[in-house]
């Protein structure tokens, strides 16, 4: 497809299940980002991807969250033991390559998908 | 990465006037981007100014830089009812951390 896609888009689940929120970047794109968003909040980053390898882990909220990215495209956000402050709108986007600058390269735009709601009952 | 803040948090004009939001940040940056959120479209990149710029323009946007002040603004000119939405600065400091990290946003309501 021509821009970011997430699945599922909804996703109700009961509290300490397991869930697995999957994102599709752009074709071409390197970087893969993670955010999460809460009611009423501003985008919270999670993570980061260039190629398979997650350099920055850095705002992963506990343990209970992990990710994988195969093959350079498909990510996976996974959630265990699933709790009722997970509940949010998971966003992915994705750019052409990572935000590191040198020189007078600009770091590039990232795209994002429409996001998954996750509702943790 | 570190988080704009926007001002205010909410905004609402009539349709054709502008809208001025600002966005203010902490640390030096390299970069910095405004983005918009509406429920119909998701989260959309809009403009990017890098730090030894002053000003610029995109159609019917004009964002300005102060590094000095570590502001920003994000003018929308001739406003339309289509522009309602949330606009996000995400100031980028190109060291550590690699996300954006996003405030809470200015909520922009222009009415007809």
């Known amino acids: 497809g021509a821009g970011v896609s997430q699945s599922p888009s909804n996703k109700v689940t009961e509290k300490g299940k397991d869930v697995e929120l999957r994102c599709d970047p752009i074709?071409?794109?390197?970087?893969l980002y993670w955010y999460r968003q809460s009611l009423g909040q501003g985008l919270e980053f999670l993570i980061y991807?260039?190629?398979?390898?997650?350099?920055?882990k850095s705002g992963l909220p506990s343990d209970r969250f992990s990710a994988e990215r195969t093959g350079g495209s498909v990510s996976t956000l996974t959630i265990q033991r699933t709790q009722q402050e997970d509940s949010a709108v998971y966003l992915c986007?994705?750019?052409?390559?990572?935000?590191?600058?040198?020189?007078?390269?600009?770091?590039?735009?990232?795209?994002f998908g429409p996001g998954t709601r996750l509702t943790v009952l | 990465s570190q988080q704009g803040e926007e001002d205010p948090q909410a905004l609402s004009i009539q349709e054709g006037e502008n809208a001025t939001m600002n966005c203010s940040y902490k640390t030096s940056i390299n970069n910095l981007q405004w983005y918009r959120q509406n429920s119909g479209r998701g989260l959309v990149h809009l403009i990017l100014i890098r730090s030894n710029e002053r000003e610029k323009h995109s159609g019917r946007l004009r964002v300005t830089l102060d590094t000095s002040k570590k502001s920003s603004s994000l003018l929308i000119t001739a406003s339309r009812a289509a522009d309602t939405a949330s606009y996000f600065c995400?100031?980028?400091?190109?060291?550590?951390?690699?996300?954006?990290?996003f405030g809470k946003g200015t909520h922009l309501i222009i009415q007809p």
């Open positions: 995400a100031p980028f400091s190109g060291g550590g951390a690699d996300g954006l990290t």
């Open positions: 986007a994705s750019s052409l390559r990572n935000g590191r600058t040198s020189g007078t390269s600009s770091y590039n735009e990232q795209f």
């Open positions: 074709s071409g794109h390197t970087a």
């Open positions: 991807f260039q190629g398979n390898s997650a350099p920055d």
